[in-house]
């Protein structure tokens, strides 16, 4: 087999085997993700999502706009409002106008909201650590710097989004 012939067997072979692990990284995440979905539906009767948009609230507690809310989240700003309609239904946010804008609002937990979020948020972590029980310091350390070494090629961001 000539030098080129080699050099370009061992590419797909490497090619192949960044594939294979993309995979692997996939179905690792979709099972966590799933598992962690039937756990908030059957033991709390509640969703990732709205998990997720709870969880933006307490890390901000100055209050979101929807735009920074669905920015943060990576989802659409109807996907958003109707989780935040919902969380104010329950008494666990609330919206607030925005000094000098007539037309913004920013969503807020309320005290209740903060306490349902740490409730939940202390069950998430350690169902977490439950499903990642099998790895050492040492793993999480490597396998944390392993990925931090993966940069994604990152599209032209179309400003009108």
Excluded: C, Y
Aim: charged letters at 25%; zero cysteines.
């Amino acid at each position: 087999m000539s030098g080129t012939a080699a050099q370009a067997d061992l590419g797909d072979t490497a090619s192949k085997a960044r594939l294979r692990l993309w995979l692997k990284l996939l179905k690792t995440s979709g099972s966590i993700e799933s598992e962690l979905r039937r756990r908030l539906r059957d033991r709390h009767n509640t969703t990732l999502p709205r998990f997720d948009v709870m969880s933006a609230l307490s890390r901000n507690p100055e209050g979101l706009k929807m735009s920074q809310l669905s920015h943060f989240l990576r989802v659409s700003n109807g996907n958003v409002t109707g989780i935040v309609d919902r969380l104010t239904e329950d008494g666990l946010a609330l919206r607030v106008a925005v000094p000098g804008d007539r037309r913004a609002q920013v969503a807020r937990l309320t005290p209740a909201g903060e306490a349902e979020f740490d409730r939940l948020a202390t069950e998430h972590e350690a169902w977490i650590g439950e499903m990642m029980a099998g790895l050492g310091a040492d793993d999480i350390t490597e396998m944390s710097a392993l990925l931090d070494q993966i940069q994604p090629v990152a599209a032209p961001q179309d400003d009108k989004g």
